[in-house]
């Protein structure tokens, strides 16, 4: 990475709205990973980050940023991708050997659980993911990442090879001063129920899935 480059990514690191509060091992059936508490400095939100190995300024790292989703991350829900991607997301970097996983608390792209479910209902009865949202007056994506960013920072990252599938995270990460030096997809065989919300992701929010046509 050169000098200027370097310079550049401390500068956009600072100053700093998260803070770590601490940090433990656990090892999970991926691997053994680390993990972080941090806690926002301005606002009540709080995040959850796994990490593994050295993580370093000039080297290119795996990096996500995962939204939580109670229903697909614990529950095992096949009405999304959301829990496959995670998983998938730490056997990649278990065999990397090291990059981080960013867990941002903004459940159903920022609506919360409850809201979730009531869109949920409205799928239910044939609306699409995008359609439900808006028929309960909410905005389609409410997710902010700034602070996503700024923990990869502290953590050490300047370059990272996102794992995502979203375009707006990817524009998100280079806005706050991340190098993006590689996407990597983190696609993965999903249910058929999942499908019609895959569709609507890539059809309507644009998302790179290139095993949806």
């Given amino acids: 990475m050169k000098q200027d480059q370097m310079e550049s990514c401390r500068q956009a690191a600072k100053p700093l709205t998260v803070e770590r509060v601490s940090v433990a091992r656990l090892p999970t059936e991926r691997g053994e990973f680390k993990i972080a508490g941090y806690r926002s400095l301005i606002s009540d939100e709080v995040f959850v980050v796994l990490y593994k190995g050295e993580l370093r300024a000039d080297v290119p790292t795996l990096a996500r940023i995962h939204s939580q989703c109670l229903t697909g991350d614990v529950f095992g829900s096949t009405k999304c991708d959301c829990g496959p991607q995670l ?101 993965v065989e999903s249910a058929a129920a999942a499908q019609g919300y895959l569709e609507t992701k890539k059809q309507k929010m644009g998302h790179l899935l290139e095993m949806i046509k």
């Fill in 87 to 187: 998983h998938r997301a730490m056997e990649l970097i278990e065999k990397d050997g090291r990059g981080a996983i960013v867990y941002q608390q903004q459940e159903g792209r920022g609506i919360g659980i409850i809201n979730k479910i009531r869109a949920y209902a409205l799928q239910d009865e044939g609306a699409d993911t995008v359609e439900a949202n808006e028929r309960l007056g909410l905005a389609v994506d409410l997710r902010e990442y700034r602070q996503c960013a700024e923990i990869l920072f502290d953590l050490g990252l300047c370059q990272v090879r996102l794992m995502s599938n979203n375009p707006l995270k990817i524009q998100a990460m280079t806005e706050a001063g991340l190098r993006i030096v590689e996407r990597v997809s983190i696609e």
